[in-house]
């Protein structure tokens, strides 16, 4: 995890989705059909935020998880109370919003992130 002084430059592309909370293309982003073990961190900031352990295949064109790693993902509800943001605890940087109730697993939970707000390091 890095200190604000050390973020990550963020290009055009990632600043539109992790900094003014824009979501990418469905089905376009790097890491949507991606099942290497590791541990997928904030682009900004390095906080590591998911492993691949509870990354599964919803086929709503985003990488999915069922679960965070700790507290490294804060939720926000959104000002109209129907969905939930997820950001970086660390940075705040935009990851995508959280689902709950459909069943994907038995967690029943989906984290739906972009894959530019995310990093894959590989174990
Ligand atoms: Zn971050």
């Not at 989705?17 to 997928?40: A, D, Q």
């Not at 993902?73 to 940075?91: F, K, P, S, W």
């Not at 935009?94 to 459909?102: D, N, Q, R, T």
Request: with cysteine; net charge negative; charged share 30%.
């Amino acid at each position: 995890m890095k200190e604000r002084n050390e973020w990550n430059e963020l290009t055009p592309d990632e600043k539109r989705v992790i900094l003014n909370k824009g979501t990418e293309y469905p089905n376009t982003g790097e890491y949507n059909s991606f099942y290497e073990t590791g541990t997928f961190v904030c682009r900004q900031c390095e906080a590591p935020l998911y492993r691949s352990e509870s990354k599964f295949n919803s086929g709503c064109g985003w990488p999915s998880f069922d679960d965070q790693i700790a507290k490294n993902v804060t939720h926000v509800l959104d000002a109209d109370g129907r969905r939930t943001e997820i950001i970086c605890a660390n940075c705040q940087g935009h990851l995508g919003h959280v689902f709950f109730g459909e069943r994907f697993t038995e967690k029943d939970t989906r984290h739906c992130v972009n894959s530019i707000s995310m990093k894959f390091i590989k174990d």
